[in-house]
């Protein structure tokens, strides 16, 4: 489990938290820190593979290319059954019933 803030990058002209794009920005300070602020849960590929570029970009490093736009997350699963109560955790739901003792949940 994880914790933390996503800071959202806020446009030069104010406006209300839930008016600002989640649209993700990548900053490189003087020193060739890189960081990436704002972001959507449901692009964090796209938004690793534009940090990723820019370090190559920034540090000179050998350009290479992503091997994660196919690769399916965790607990991925091509057959899901939505009538049992434990299909939202796809391919890991045989092991949740074992550790509930592979009974009645």
């Known amino acids: 489990?994880?914790?933390?803030?996503?800071p959202l990058a806020k446009p030069e002209k104010?406006?209300?938290?839930?008016?600002?794009?989640?649209?993700?920005?990548i900053m490189v300070s003087p020193s060739g820190l890189v960081t990436i602020?704002?972001?959507k849960w449901?692009?964090?590929r796209r938004m690793g593979e534009d940090v990723v570029d820019?370090?190559?970009?920034?540090?000179?490093?050998?350009?290479?290319?992503?091997v994660t736009r196919k690769?399916?997350?965790h607990g991925?699963?091509?057959?899901?059954?939505?009538?049992?109560p434990l299909y939202?955790?796809?391919?890991?739901?045989?092991?949740?019933?074992?550790?509930a003792g592979g009974g009645k949940y």
């Open 1 to 6: 489990m994880w914790a933390g803030l996503r």
């Open 14 to 25: 104010s406006e209300k938290t839930k008016e600002i794009s989640r649209n993700h920005k």
């Open 37 to 39: 602020l704002g972001g």
């Open 42 to 44: 449901t692009t964090y």
């Open 54 to 66: 820019r370090l190559e970009k920034v540090k000179g490093w050998t350009v290479t290319e992503s």
């Open 71 to 73: 690769l399916p997350v």
């Open 76 to 84: 991925a699963s091509v057959k899901l059954d939505d009538s049992d």
């Open 88 to 99: 939202f955790y796809g391919s890991d739901a045989s092991a949740v019933k074992n550790l």
